[in-house]
């Protein structure tokens, strides 16, 4: 995989992680770009680990 593909995947992942935190009901956007970024830093893991 790319290294450009690996950032799409990031990006992708995170945006997507926040959208469906904010619409299960996040306390507000804060909340939900935290949860976004544990879950970018899981995937990031993921693909150094993979390597």
């Known amino acids: 995989m ?3 593909a690996q ?3 990031l990006a992708a ?3 997507i992680t926040v959208a469906v935190a904010d619409l299960a009901g996040a306390a507000n956007l804060g909340v939900a770009l935290g949860i976004g ?3 970018f830093m899981a995937a ?3 693909l150094l680990l993979k390597r």
């Open 44 to 46: 990031a893991m993921g």
């Open 37 to 39: 970024q544990i879950v």
């Open 7 to 9: 950032f799409g995947l």
């Open 13 to 15: 992942v995170f945006a």
């Open 2 to 4: 790319s290294l450009l």
